[in-house]
């Protein structure tokens, strides 16, 4: 059974930084699947912020580029999302997802399989 479990998340003032976490495990596809971060705020639907293939490439929401970077270490079999310049925007639940590589990446995510429970990301201005 795939498990996806997510840690780092907080409370942190405007423009301070935050890196969340991401473990995987029970995936039986070696390194052959994709990582996203998502987020939802209150009242707000779930959006894509960013997303990473099996060997690195990555893609971004506009409203997070610059700002964040997302990476993976594929012995550790972790995700992570490095968080800069934090502003009262970003607060929202913080998901990771996961989902085997296909040969492209997407943040929608109707295009994700496996879903972690959460950690809360509060920017206070």
């Known amino acids: 059974q795939v498990q996806l479990v997510e840690s780092g998340g907080g409370s942190v003032q405007a423009g301070g930084s935050l890196r969340l976490s991401c473990a995987v495990s029970?995936?039986?596809?070696?390194?052959?699947?994709?990582m996203a971060w998502f987020r939802q705020a209150p009242g707000k639907e779930r959006e894509g912020v960013a997303a990473?293939?099996?060997?690195?490439?990555?893609t971004y929401a506009d409203s997070v580029k610059g700002r964040f970077t997302i990476s993976r270490d594929n012995p550790k079999k972790t995700t992570y999302l490095q968080m800069d310049s934090l502003g009262p925007e970003d607060t929202a639940m913080y998901y990771c997802?996961?989902?085997?590589?296909?040969?492209?990446?997407?943040?929608?995510?109707?295009?994700?399989?496996?879903w972690g429970q959460g950690t809360q990301v509060t920017v206070s201005s």
């Open positions: 997802a996961a989902a085997p590589w296909l040969g492209y990446l997407k943040l929608s995510p109707s295009g994700y399989n496996y």
């Open positions: 990473i293939s099996n060997v690195g490439g990555t």
């Open positions: 029970g995936y039986t596809y070696n390194n052959n699947y994709r």
